[in-house]
């Protein structure tokens, strides 16, 4: 396995290969502090590291006078499933997506789902290495349209990240990003640079609620959207966990939705989906039905073209409309396809009004099915 050579003074164009371990993948949004300490600039959180010291992430650690990624070429594990399930629900409807994560975390989000993955400070989470190529092929091979680095937030091991993108579109692969969008503004237009589609947690729409229950900020995911927005062809989408006494009033659903369609336009669409009880908010309700039936009438009323609910089984709140006409254009049954409307150029087959999206000419008929990958079969079987 070869890496590339990075440091905090390279520029484009001037990186060459190396050989390096996985442990010590060099990296350059960082920068010497005059206490003698190295800053990492890769998220908001600026973390200033000594010595053999990590960030929050875990991930990205000081080594000598530089800071390294410390998960390249390893992950906690491969599973196919369907692409709503990140959820996007305009981007390539019906087909496989090869998902993926590696270990930690740059916010500490108290009710994450995910915790045992995110939160993980042990190697052992990373049981399967996977170079870049190793992940393109296999992908490939189940049929997958594209790869999804989920699980954990990407852009704290965005140099992975980028270059399994890249090798992915060598073999015609669209890659996925599902991530809360706490990133900086140079390491921000590289990584999407190399993504195709991405869905973006707008965890809250509080200071209070990103500082108190996330240790993280609201601000750099606004502009996190804005910039996605204004300044790439990248398709995203938004989901909102929506939390009982927490990010579910009336009035913060309002703010939220009429601020998406102020900055971002009606068609970027929302998932509104319900919370159950984990990792350091076990004594939190689960959200009911109704607070999400609610968040979707809310966002409708304040011109958001395509809302829905998520982790409740709910088939019209789940499914896409026409915003001009009323048909159903996407039925879903949880993440199984039941209507179909759209012609092969994107629009209503009843009105010819265009839905907002990456479609085929046809949906995929992948299903709900997860199937879970052990990528070091598809090595073996690799010709030497």
């Not at 390279?10 to 800053?39: C, M, N, V």
């Not at 190697?123 to 296999?138: N, V």
């Not at 900086?184 to 589609?197: I, T």
């Amino acid at each position: 396995m070869t890496f590339k050579e990075k440091s905090g003074q390279e520029k484009p164009g001037q990186t060459q290969r190396r050989e390096a371990p996985p442990d010590s993948f060099p990296t350059k949004y960082w920068h010497k502090l005059g206490d003698g300490k190295i800053q990492c600039d890769v998220c908001p959180r600026f973390c200033q590291l000594q010595e053999g010291q990590r960030g929050l992430c875990f991930v990205r650690a000081r080594q000598g006078d530089a800071i390294v990624l410390t998960t390249y070429g390893r992950s906690s594990g491969f599973c196919v499933d369907p692409i709503e399930k990140k959820p996007l629900n305009h981007f390539l409807p019906g087909t496989p997506v090869l998902s993926f994560g590696t270990a930690g975390c740059n916010l500490a989000c108290k009710f994450c789902q995910n915790w045992d993955i995110s939160k993980s400070r042990e190697m052992d989470t990373l049981a399967d290495e996977a170079s870049p190529d190793t992940i393109a092929r296999p992908a490939t091979e189940l049929g997958c349209r594209s790869v999804a680095f989920t699980y954990n937030d990407p852009v704290i091991f965005l140099e992975y990240a980028i270059d399994v993108a890249r090798a992915c579109r060598e073999e015609g692969i669209r890659t996925v990003a599902v991530t809360a969008g706490e990133i900086c503004p140079e390491p921000r237009a590289e990584f999407y640079r190399h993504m195709d589609a991405a869905n973006v947690d707008l965890k809250a729409f509080t200071e209070r609620f990103y500082k108190q229950v996330c240790a993280g900020a609201l601000q750099p995911v606004l502009d996190t959207l804005v910039y996605l927005k204004r300044e790439t062809h990248v398709w995203f989408e938004l989901t909102t966990l929506l939390i009982p006494g927490e990010n579910d009033s009336e009035q913060e659903l309002e703010e939220m939705t009429q601020w998406v369609v102020a900055n971002l336009g009606p068609d970027v669409p929302m998932h509104f989906t319900a919370f159950h009880p984990d990792w350091r908010m076990l004594d939190t309700s689960a959200t009911p039905p109704s607070t999400l039936t609610m968040a979707r009438r809310i966002a409708r009323k304040n011109g958001v073209r395509y809302a829905y609910t998520g982790n409740v089984h709910d088939e019209e709140g789940g499914s896409t409309y026409c915003h001009q006409c009323g048909e159903r254009l996407i039925g879903r049954d949880w993440y199984v396809l039941t209507d179909w409307k759209i012609d092969p150029a994107g629009r209503c087959v009843a009105c010819g009004t265009p839905c907002a999206g990456i479609f085929e000419a046809s949906p995929g008929a992948w299903g709900s099915r997860r199937q879970p990958v052990r990528l070091r079969d598809f090595a073996a079987a690799q010709p030497a």
